[in-house]
């Protein structure tokens, strides 16, 4: 029986040495061996990859913890397995958007929406996601709202595939549950988090958070958009501004949450200042034969 033990764990130790060299590099061995048994309970080859190690501000712990994501590539698989799947639409974005976050410059698409097709009792239904970029980027830091380098340098990759994801499990819900993929979650923030290695006897339920009231909201949208519009240095960040803005609102409403119109106005009225301001020292400026209009 020994033996037996020994060989098991010289083979884990083994495979955890070629995971480390080939498809996690840099990754912790607990890291590691979160995937690995995430991969046999899910039965999984692990070689293929089908998850993620990401990093995770835990809110709770003050620290960062590694977190074991599935990959848009375990949702494809998953799909594919049901002999269902009968492909997807290229994906289609909206405008570009130039906006400064956290002090770096960056453009992007406003918008992503993507197609997935499956047959349901022999006939071909579809199943449309739009995403948004500015509710799923990741940012650098916890403490930033600037882009990490990822997301700065792949928007419009990047996008495509959180839209996929979302489509993926409207299409496949029995198949992707409730999960999110490495992409979707990268950046976020944990609250109280639980263990998931596979020693774990018992996993608690985190404790529901409370719904913010209105005037909550209220005072954190006005406080994200003064720092935003401080941040700005031109009308076209404030442009910018404007769009997401309009975003924010048709997505609250879309989630049957509509932001008060109280807020609306009172965010409006911020960017609209920082706009005129901007104006306005443009015309100070300006040489007297080319006071703008």
């Known amino acids: 029986m020994s033996n037996a033990i020994e060989l098991h764990q010289e083979k884990e130790r083994e495979l955890i040495h070629i995971l480390k060299d080939s498809l996690y590099p840099g990754a912790a061995d607990d890291s590691v061996r979160m995937v690995i048994g995430y991969c046999r309970a899910a039965s999984l080859d692990v070689m293929k ?12 712990a003050k620290m960062m913890r590694d977190v074991v994501m599935p990959g848009i590539a375990l949702y494809r698989i998953e799909a594919s397995r049901t002999g269902e799947y009968i492909g997807k639409s290229e994906p289609e974005f909206g405008p570009l958007i130039t906006m400064e976050l956290g002090g770096v410059r960056v453009r992007f698409p406003e918008w992503c929406r993507m197609t997935v097709r499956r047959l ?24 930033t709202d600037a882009p990490n380098a990822m997301w700065k340098k792949r928007a419009f990759g990047q996008l495509a595939k959180c839209a996929e994801a979302q489509a993926l499990r409207m299409a496949f ?6 999960t999110n993929t490495d992409d979707e ?17 018992s996993i608690p ?21 003064t720092s935003k519009a401080n941040a700005c240095t031109n009308t076209e960040c404030c442009d910018g501004l404007w769009k997401a803005w309009d975003v924010n609102i048709d997505k609250a409403r879309e989630m049957g949450k509509p932001i ?32 703008p209009a």
């Open 49 to 60: 990859k089908p998850v993620h190690i990401v990093p995770m501000w835990d809110s709770k």
């Open 260 to 291: 008060p119109s109280k807020t609306v106005d009172a965010v409006r009225n911020i960017i609209s200042e920082r706009t005129e301001a901007f104006r306005e020292e443009a015309y100070t400026n300006a040489p007297v034969d080319e006071v």
């Open 185 to 201: 979650m990268e950046g976020t923030v944990l609250g109280p988090v639980v263990d998931v290695t596979p020693e774990a006897r």
């Open 120 to 143: 349901v009792h022999g006939r071909e239904c579809e199943f449309t996601a739009k995403e948004y970029w500015l509710e799923n980027y990741a940012t650098a830091k916890k403490d």
């Open 205 to 225: 339920s985190p404790p529901a958070q409370r719904e913010l009231t209105e005037e909550e909201r209220h005072e954190r949208y006005v406080t994200l958009y």
């Open 173 to 178: 819900p029995e198949q992707t549950g409730g």
